[in-house]
T-cell receptor, first 113, second 114 residues
């Protein structure tokens, strides 16, 4: 099976702009979780989507949002970008029926100037 | 906050076994121990997980103490490609509203040398 894919892999934006990142889970997986990784805060959970519904949410401001489509693909959006949003954004997929193993994609590296 | 404690760094000679410890003294009976690793700037890679029994797969072995308060990840023959940050994570074994969230600590930076 193909692994988790994320697009784009690299992105440069300026403050105030918005950005949309995409994640395609492993075939058959219905749960997609998003994480942010920065040098200062490490890996932090953003949110999880399952069957097009947000099932769990981390402690991030409302500028961070996401959605999931009927084919389980997911997007996350960050509005009004700040310099501190520069990070590696990772998504992970799992079957979604229980507490199964999550498999991560390669990430999208976002640089905000 | 992460429920695990790991040494910040370790060194291992190539070809030798790498033994990475993890303390999880507050683990509850329904929580798994998961191990992931992250090679520089890549997505975390799943390695292995276990509940109470020792586990082995093609990548590594996981030894969990009888009281489940600590565990050791063993890479039997470390290579330079095993240089990475290794994360030990405690996670609920059945789905609840928060089980989907993996809480990463700072991990152990393993450096494999010639």
């Amino acid at each position: 099976k193909a692994g988790v894919t994320q697009t784009p892999r690299y992105l440069i934006k300026t403050r105030g702009q918005q950005v949309t990142l995409s994640c395609s889970p492993i075939s058959g997986h219905r749960s997609v979780s998003w994480y942010q990784q920065t040098p200062g805060q490490g890996l932090q959970f953003l949110f999880e989507y399952f069957s097009e519904t947000q099932r769990n949410k981390g402690n991030f401001p409302g500028r961070f949002s996401g959605r999931q489509f009927s084919n389980s693909r997911s997007e996350m959006n960050v509005s009004t970008l700040e310099l501190g949003d520069s990070a590696l954004y990772l998504c992970a997929s799992s079957p979604g029926q229980g507490s199964e193993t999550q498999y991560f994609g390669p990430g999208t590296r976002l640089l905000v100037l | 906050d992460a429920k695990t404690t790991q040494p910040p760094s370790m060194d291992c000679a190539e070809g030798r076994a790498a033994n990475l410890p993890c303390n999880h003294s507050t683990i509850s009976g329904n929580e798994y121990v998961y191990w992931y690793r992250q090679i520089h700037s890549q997505g975390p890679q799943y390695i292995i997980h276990g509940l109470k029994n020792n586990e082995t797969n093609e990548m590594a072995s996981l030894i969990i103490t009888e009281d489940r308060k600590s565990s050791t990840l063993i890479l039997p023959h470390a290579t330079l490609r095993d240089t990475a940050v290794y994360y030990c994570i405690v996670r609920e074994s059945f789905y609840t509203g928060t089980a989907s969230k993996l809480t990463f600590g700072t991990g152990t930076r393993l450096q494999v040398t010639l």
